[in-house]
T-cell receptor, first 116, second 115 residues
């Protein structure tokens, strides 16, 4: 069984300051981990993914995430927030067995607010 | 490569009516998943189809149903609409199977309003 917990439902930062969105997961097998972003009334867009290659993953728009197996974490970071980063972010886990079975487990989402 | 296409993008229905939403996946993708997103409940999984078979199902009443065609296009239907069915309905496609990473590709969604 797999699960994912996004530790903050809301995060507020000032423009130009760092962003940290936290995600912890549990998985029985080697997981694939994803971060998706959703702007209002839009579909979800892939930011980045970890699929058992490099543990530090770089994504679009300056975001990156580090897979830490010992801490079962996959936190999303960005050095400097931009107003356009305001959105909802979802952490998703899918292990090998569940990927083949078409299953993904979503976190509850984190709403990021960026203040001018 | 064309993305996931959902139609219609917006629709308004009244209680008791039914609605059918359509999703065309990325070419070559055989798995299509449906999600309901509301402000109160967040993103909830409805069901997933693979090769015309429902493979996974979320915890929704039988009023919610779906199907997948041989070209992988999928439809979902909601019968006897209730006010609480007002939501953004999202469709996602993926390759699934051997070699897949589990990455999901989402459409823009269908915004349903029930009056």
């Amino acid at each position: 069984a797999q699960s994912v917990t996004q530790l903050d439902s809301h995060v507020s930062v000032s423009e130009g300051t760092p962003v940290l969105l936290r995600c912890n997961y549990s998985s029985s097998y080697s997981p694939s981990l994803f971060w998706y972003v959703q702007h209002p009334n839009k579909g979800l867009q892939l930011l980045l993914k970890y699929t058992s290659a490099a543990t530090l993953v770089k994504g679009i728009n300056g975001f990156e995430a580090e897979f830490k197996k010992s801490e079962t974490s996959f936190h999303l970071t960005k050095p400097s927030a931009h107003m356009s980063d305001a959105a909802e972010y979802f952490c998703v886990v899918s292990d090998l067995v569940d990927t083949n079975a078409g299953k993904s487990t979503f976190g509850d989402g984190t709403t990021l607010t960026v203040k001018p | 490569k064309a993305g996931v296409t959902q139609t219609p993008r917006y629709l308004i229905k009244t209680r008791g009516q039914q609605v059918t939403l359509s999703c065309s996946p990325i070419s070559g993708h055989r798995s299509v998943s449906w999600y309901q997103q509301t402000p109160g409940q967040g993103l909830q999984f409805l069901f997933e189809y693979f090769s015309e078979t429902q493979r996974n199902k979320g915890n929704f009443p039988g009023r919610f149903s779906g199907r997948q065609f041989s070209n992988s296009r999928s439809e979902m239907n909601v019968s006897t609409l209730e006010l609480g069915d007002s939501a953004l309905y999202l469709c996602a496609s993926s390759k699934s199977g051997t070699g897949s990473t589990g990455e999901l590709f989402f459409g823009e969604g269908s915004r349903l309003t029930v009056l």
